[in-house]
């Protein structure tokens, strides 16, 4: 299990995340929407294997970030300045995000 970043910062329009071991990660705020792991990002499938959403726009011009707020110690939620607020970014996936972008 990734630990909690040591920083969360608004530079500019990117997100800086400094990490407890040192490395950083800068996030476009329009990577980060696309990359919501949201079911109303992603979809989602019920017992059946049926897919609900996902379906939505996978770009998402002029998008910023106007605030987060943690989930618990596990997790951060950012709020788009598109309204979007539901998805929980853990910090394993955003650690992940960081070295695909990279």
């Known amino acids: 299990m990734t630990p909690p970043p040591a920083d969360i910062q608004l530079i500019g329009k990117e997100i800086a995340i400094r990490w407890q071991d040192g490395h950083e990660d800068y996030f476009n705020p329009e990577f980060l929407r696309a990359h919501s792991p949201s079911a109303d990002n992603i979809g989602e499938k019920d017992i059946f294997g049926t897919q609900y959403g996902g379906d939505g726009p996978r770009e998402f011009p002029g998008v910023t970030v106007e605030s987060w707020n943690y ?10 300045s598109d309204g979007h607020r539901t998805g929980i970014f853990a910090w394993d996936y955003l650690r992940k995000l960081g070295e695909k972008q990279a």
């Open 71 to 80: 989930a618990g110690n596990y997790a951060v939620v950012f709020i788009f």
